[in-house]
């Protein structure tokens, strides 16, 4: 982006007992708005009623105040919020212009404090706030919800080649079956032909040949129960043996399930200490901070109830009005102290507060972990629950089977008795002048039985063709499935690397451009290189920054961030900071860009860098000391009363 097409949309801004404000309103045209004046003349606290307009909590209420509020017009569109001191610190309500500020927080409102700035100074892992926006946990469980689907359409593709494999043994089947059915045919009614001509040659027994009809298409009915009870034990048989590899499979799972490690009451317990822990540790924060506040106000000359009163105190004590400018009043005890270490003990209620928001974060990885593991528990509880029902069920299913096959078998004795019954009777009927027609009568049986099992068989590896060429039709559908869902694992998995290439590419771009237009002596190069983590970590890239200088012949050499000036050093978070603000296209939800606390900064530079900012923000507000002001374009807007 290389400029914000600006709006003719004036901006009001309205503020009642924020930070050292009482009540103020100021108009912010788009552009550069120079906020000109000293230090306690409510420039950072103005910034802060921004913030909190946009949905910042980190403003401040008035020392002497218990309410405050800020409005906000813009586009036609009005926003409040208001904020109320509590014993837990400040409680803010109302509707912010942002509903999540943290983009805005961390690269558009940078502050001293900035963590974005800061990062550079304290020589912080850059890669980790750059990413802070990117909820990598989200990226990572739609990367496995992918995962599970391919591998759902890769199973079933899998299936649909098996099929393919199957598919040309059933068509021979089902030709050969087609040929038997034939043969069977043609030899039935053959035998049939010489059974008919047999029959008339005997038209004197005919009495006894209808008895021996009788009891051999008995025979043959009962010989066709007794095959299909085989059949059924059979089938019977393959189902108990299938049900107790399944009843092996799932008791087996459920050991594996109970030695599983961990326990959940223990789990829980870790959760509540950590969550009370951490809300102990934001309200402590939460305090600090406001003491922090406070005494910066205090130490830069901001009215508050607690300075009238010790202005009013010295302004009795002619001999405090002859104290050195390096001394001040001590608001606990109203003792003369150096303004020195009051500046020592705020940098040490600083490092503090950093330690806790360290501190929380920590905790909140743990949580994250904690509530990981915690539902890995529960899901084991379900799936020991399920199993605990198919076990259940199976073993039902199984004694029914078992009893079922106990019946078949009985059945089965049962028939064969009868069988051997009905063949002695049929041996009996028959005389030497019928054998030939007895067995030709057999055959017919036979012939007639193998006839009905063929054309049965061919039913089914019929339908099974049928079954297996509707499946195929889905071949195509499910390789274009598996083939987007390809595109979008590709897509998510490169989203975290892009993300962090283009944050090193805008960073090393702007720094070269801030640099050359700058001029700092011997400072040659500030960049950013990517480089892969080694060993075990919990991110795969880490950013390290060089520095690199020339001597006066010309030759470069690597420095450290250490040996950086404090105002290359600001220059280098600020353009920190710009690099996130671009790389997240902070520009289309956070209109405003503020900056303050620039003092390290010579003018000249600073009217150059402001410039150059300004480029990128349609609101660009900034609070400088009235000196370094002066050196910034004409055409800015200056506010020098709040």
Same mark, same amino acid.
């Given at each position: 982006?290389?400029?914000?097409?600006?709006?003719?949309?004036?901006?009001?801004?309205?503020?009642?007992?924020?930070?050292?404000?009482?009540?103020?309103?100021?108009?912010?045209?788009?552009?550069?708005?120079?906020?000109?004046?000293?230090?306690?003349?409510?420039?950072?606290?103005?910034?802060?009623?921004?913030?909190?307009?946009?949905?910042?909590?980190?403003?401040?209420?008035?020392?002497?105040?218990?309410?405050?509020?800020?409005?906000?017009?813009?586009?036609?569109?009005?926003?409040?919020?208001?904020?109320?001191?509590?014993?837990?610190?400040?409680?803010?309500?109302?509707?912010?212009?942002?509903?999540?500020?943290?983009?805005?927080?961390?690269?558009?409102?940078?502050?001293?404090?900035?963590?974005?700035?800061?990062?550079?100074?304290?020589?912080?892992?850059?890669?980790?706030?750059?990413?802070?926006?990117?909820?990598?946990?989200?990226?990572?469980?739609?990367?496995?919800?992918?995962?599970?689907?391919?591998?759902?359409?890769?199973?079933?593709?899998?299936?649909?080649?098996?099929?393919?494999?199957?598919?040309?043994?059933?068509?021979?089947?089902?030709?050969?079956?087609?040929?038997?059915?034939?043969?069977?045919?043609?030899?039935?009614?053959?035998?049939?032909?010489?059974?008919?001509?047999?029959?008339?040659?005997? @038209?004197?027994? &005919?009495? $006894?040949?209808? /008895?021996?009809? +009788?009891?051999? #298409? *008995? =025979?043959?009915? !009962?010989?066709? %129960?007794?095959?299909?009870?085989?059949?059924?034990?059979?089938?019977?048989?393959?189902?108990? @043996?299938?049900? &107790?590899? $399944?009843?092996? /499979?799932?008791? +087996?799972?459920? #050991? *594996? =399930?109970?030695? !599983?490690?961990? %326990?959940?009451?223990?789990?829980?317990?870790?959760?509540?200490?950590?969550?009370?822990?951490?809300?102990?540790?934001?309200? $402590?924060?939460? /305090?600090?901070?406001?003491?922090?506040?406070?005494?910066?106000?205090?130490?830069?000359?901001?009215?508050?109830?607690?300075?009238?009163?010790?202005?009013?105190?010295?302004a009795d004590n002619p001999t405090d009005q002859l104290l050195d400018d390096a001394e001040t009043v001590c608001w606990?005890?109203?003792?003369?102290?150096?303004?020195?270490?009051?500046?020592?003990?705020?940098?040490?209620?600083?490092?503090?507060?950093?330690?806790?928001?360290?501190?929380?974060?920590?905790?909140?990885?743990?949580?994250?972990?904690?509530?990981?593991?915690?539902?890995?528990?529960?899901?084991?509880?379900?799936?020991?629950?399920?199993?605990?029902?198919?076990?259940?069920?199976?073993?039902?299913?199984?004694?029914?089977?078992?009893?079922?096959?106990?019946?078949?078998?009985?059945?089965?004795?049962?028939?064969?008795?009868?069988?051997?019954?009905?063949?002695?009777?049929?041996?009996?009927?028959?005389?030497?002048?019928?054998?030939?027609?007895?067995?030709?009568?057999?055959?017919?049986?036979?012939?007639?039985?193998?006839?009905?099992?063929?054309?049965?068989?061919?039913?089914?590896?019929?339908?099974?063709?049928?079954?297996?060429?509707?499946?195929?039709?889905?071949?195509?559908?499910?390789?274009?499935?598996?083939?987007?869902?390809?595109?979008?694992?590709?897509?998510?998995?490169?989203?975290?690397?892009?993300?962090?290439?283009?944050?090193?590419?805008?960073?090393?771009?702007?720094?070269?451009?801030?640099?050359?237009?700058?001029?700092?002596?011997?400072?040659?190069?500030?960049?950013?290189?990517?480089?892969?983590?080694?060993?075990?970590?919990?991110?795969?890239?880490?950013?390290?920054?060089?520095?690199?200088?020339?001597?006066?012949?010309?030759?470069?050499?690597?420095?450290?961030?250490?040996?950086?000036?404090?105002?290359?050093?600001?220059?280098?978070?600020?353009?920190?900071?710009?690099?996130?603000?671009?790389?997240?296209?902070?520009?289309e939800t956070v209109p405003f860009m503020l900056l303050d606390s620039l003092e390290a900064i010579d003018s000249d530079?600073?009217?150059?860098?402001?410039?150059?900012?300004?480029?990128?923000?349609?609101?660009?507000?900034?609070?400088?000391?009235?000196?370094?002001?002066?050196?910034?374009?004409?055409?800015?807007?200056?506010?020098?009363?709040?």
């Open positions: 982006m290389q400029g914000v097409d600006a709006t003719e949309s004036q901006v009001t801004v309205h503020a009642v007992n924020i930070g050292g404000i009482r009540e103020t309103e100021v108009d912010i045209p788009p552009g550069v708005t120079v906020l000109s004046g000293r230090n306690a003349t409510n420039r950072t606290s103005f910034l802060q009623t921004i913030m909190a307009a946009m949905g910042s909590d980190a403003a401040t209420l008035k020392g002497d105040a218990e309410e405050g509020a800020v409005e906000l017009s813009i586009d036609g569109e009005q926003y409040r919020r208001t904020l109320h001191r509590t014993e837990g610190g400040v409680r803010f309500e109302g509707e912010p212009y942002l509903d999540d500020p943290t983009l805005g927080n961390l690269f558009a409102f940078l502050l001293e404090s900035n963590d974005a700035r800061q990062a550079v100074i304290r020589k912080q892992e850059l890669r980790d706030l750059i990413m802070e926006p990117v909820d990598t946990d989200e990226i990572q469980a739609e990367i496995d919800r992918l995962e599970a689907t391919r591998a759902e359409v890769d199973d079933e593709l899998d299936a649909v080649a098996e099929l393919k494999e199957e598919l040309p043994g059933l068509e021979q089947r089902k030709q050969e079956l087609a040929g038997e059915i034939e043969q069977r045919r043609e030899e039935l009614a053959a035998i049939e032909a010489d059974l008919e001509s047999m029959e008339s040659d005997v @038209e004197q027994t &005919r009495a $006894e040949k209808q /008895e021996l009809d +009788a009891k051999l #298409e *008995e =025979l043959r009915d !009962l010989r066709a %129960d007794l095959e299909s009870v085989r059949s059924d034990i059979d089938i019977q048989q393959e189902s108990i @043996e299938s049900l &107790r590899e $399944e009843l092996a /499979e799932s008791r +087996a799972e459920r #050991e *594996e =399930l109970d030695t !599983l490690d961990g %326990d959940p009451q223990a789990v829980e317990s870790q959760l509540r200490q950590l969550r009370t822990r951490k809300r102990t540790l934001e309200s $402590e924060a939460s /305090e600090l901070q406001d003491i922090l506040q406070f005494n910066e106000e205090m130490l830069d000359g901001e009215e508050t109830a607690v300075s009238e009163v010790l202005r009013d105190t010295e606990t005890c109203g003792s003369e102290v150096p303004t020195e270490r009051v500046e020592q003990t705020i940098e040490t209620l600083r490092e503090l507060r950093q330690q806790q928001t360290s501190e929380i974060r920590s905790i909140e990885t743990e949580l994250a972990e904690l509530r990981e593991q915690k539902e890995r528990y529960e899901r084991q509880q379900r799936r020991e629950e399920s199993l605990a029902a198919e076990i259940a069920d199976a073993e039902a299913e199984l004694q029914q089977r078992t009893s079922r096959l106990q019946q078949l078998r009985e059945r089965r004795e049962q028939l064969s008795e009868e069988v051997a019954e009905l063949e002695q009777t049929v041996t009996e009927l028959e005389s030497e002048e019928f054998s030939e027609v007895l067995q030709r009568h057999r055959e017919a049986n036979q012939q007639e039985f193998e006839l009905e099992r063929l054309e049965s068989e061919l039913a089914e590896v019929t339908d099974r063709i049928k079954a297996i060429e509707s499946e195929l039709a889905r071949e195509t559908e499910l390789r274009e499935r598996r083939e987007t869902i390809v595109e979008e694992l590709q897509e998510q998995r490169t989203r975290i690397d892009r993300t962090e290439r283009e944050a090193v590419e805008e960073f090393n771009e702007r720094m070269a451009e801030i640099l050359e237009m700058l001029q700092y002596d011997n400072l040659a190069r500030i960049w950013i290189e990517r480089k892969q983590q080694s060993g075990h970590s919990d991110r795969d890239t880490t950013f390290e920054l060089h520095v690199v200088r020339t001597t006066e012949s010309g030759a470069s050499y690597e420095d450290t961030i250490d040996h950086l000036s404090e105002s290359e050093r600001e220059v280098t978070g600020l353009t920190f900071a710009l690099a996130g603000y671009l790389v997240h296209d902070v520009h530079r600073l009217a150059d860098l402001v410039s150059y900012f300004a480029e990128y923000s349609e609101y660009l507000v900034v609070a400088l000391l009235p000196e370094d002001a002066q050196a910034l374009s004409d055409e800015y807007t200056r506010v020098t009363e709040i």
